[in-house]
């Protein structure tokens, strides 16, 4: 305590004030100097004690910050009386309690981004071999039919590994935060349409046909690139997953309280035990002929989400999976 500066100044002065007072005192009448005496002892021990408390307290609090510093868990602050202290002392502790949130959401954030590029490399690497095995065939293949079929497959497999990259970086960008969406009004009729207008090729092959049911002026407000992105990666999936001779229904309500867009294909539906996590990444499902990469379902929640807007996946009564896009009003 006394290697602080300023105790020790007051220390002196308090000296000094206390000696002129004993001496005035003594100069009137000896009983007056004792008197003195007595009362700056008085004043000095209670001052000392105050200060010494005070002291202790702030020596408290120096070892919760080095603590804090140090990372230390579970660290303890003991409450204080009312005063400067206490205010310190409560500051201190909201001060403990935000960064030990900001360690675990760290914590957290660094355990996500080693277990994404774990998945990343695994996805990565699977079209790779497949690519690899492809051109080891294709190198000796003799009959002109089996190179263009090698060819064709290695082509295909290179066009999944572009689509898995750029929707990893498209993943990437929205979990950065550095995505800005536009607010623009968007029909929900040519929403559908332009959706669906890649997919056409494919649907005349495999023999799909679609139908689509949108009332006159239903839109949404959000940024048409980013929900045409969402909407046409549910239509892969229920795509996907309605085989040859199916049925694509797309359609729209509109109410006082929402906007909603509903997709149904005529496939087999999920699994029950894969509904709860269709949206997380990287999950393919429990099923052994589950395809895909687990990237589009997540990506198109988190486009959605990120819009104010909730998706929903669920079995039809009468076979088939049911998506199910809401704006509120």
């Not at 305590?1 to 000296?15: K, S, T």
């Not at 003991?78 to 500051?91: I, P, R």
């Not at 980013?226 to 046409?232: G, I, K, P, S, T």
Request: hydrophobic letters at 45%; a neutral charge; charged letters at 25%.
């Amino acid at each position: 305590m006394l290697r602080n500066r300023e105790i020790r100044q007051i220390a002196v002065l308090f000296a000094v004030i206390t000696a002129a007072t004993a001496a005035a005192g003594f100069a009137i009448q000896p009983a007056a100097g004792v008197l003195a005496l007595l009362s700056a002892a008085v004043y000095g021990a209670a001052f000392f004690a105050f200060t010494k408390a005070r002291y202790r307290k702030i020596a408290q609090l120096t070892e919760q910050i080095d603590r804090v510093l140090h990372n230390a868990e579970h660290v303890f602050i003991s409450d204080s009386d009312e005063g400067e202290l206490a205010v310190l002392q409560s500051e201190i502790t909201k001060m403990t309690l935000r960064i030990r949130e900001q360690n675990d959401a760290l914590r957290k954030e660094k355990t996500h981004l080693a277990d994404s590029l774990a998945d990343i490399a695994h996805q990565l690497r699977t079209p790779l071999t497949s690519a690899n095995l492809m051109l080891s065939l294709l190198k000796n293949e003799p009959e002109e039919t089996g190179r263009k079929a090698l060819a064709r497959e290695t082509e295909e497999l290179f066009l999944q590994m572009e689509w898995l990259i750029n929707s990893l970086l498209k993943l990437s960008r929205l979990d950065a935060g550095i995505v800005v969406f536009q607010k623009e009004r968007i029909g929900i009729s040519g929403l559908l349409h332009t959706a669906l207008r890649p997919f056409q090729i494919s649907m005349e092959l495999h023999h799909i046909e679609a139908s689509i049911v949108a009332p006159e002026g239903a839109a949404v407000w959000g940024d048409a690139g980013w929900l045409l992105e969402a909407v046409r990666n549910i239509l892969k999936n229920c795509l996907e997953n309605t085989g040859d001779n199916g049925r694509l229904e797309l359609s729209c309500e509109d109410t006082a309280l929402f906007t909603q867009i509903t997709m149904r294909d005529s496939g087999a539906g999920f699994s029950e035990k894969d509904l709860p996590r269709l949206f997380d990444r990287f999950y393919r499902g429990k099923s052994a002929g589950a395809s895909g990469y687990g990237i589009g379902l997540a990506l198109c929640k988190t486009i959605i989400t990120r819009q104010g807007g909730t998706v929903t996946a669920k079995n039809h009564p009468q076979g088939g999976a049911v998506f199910v896009i809401r704006f509120p009003k």
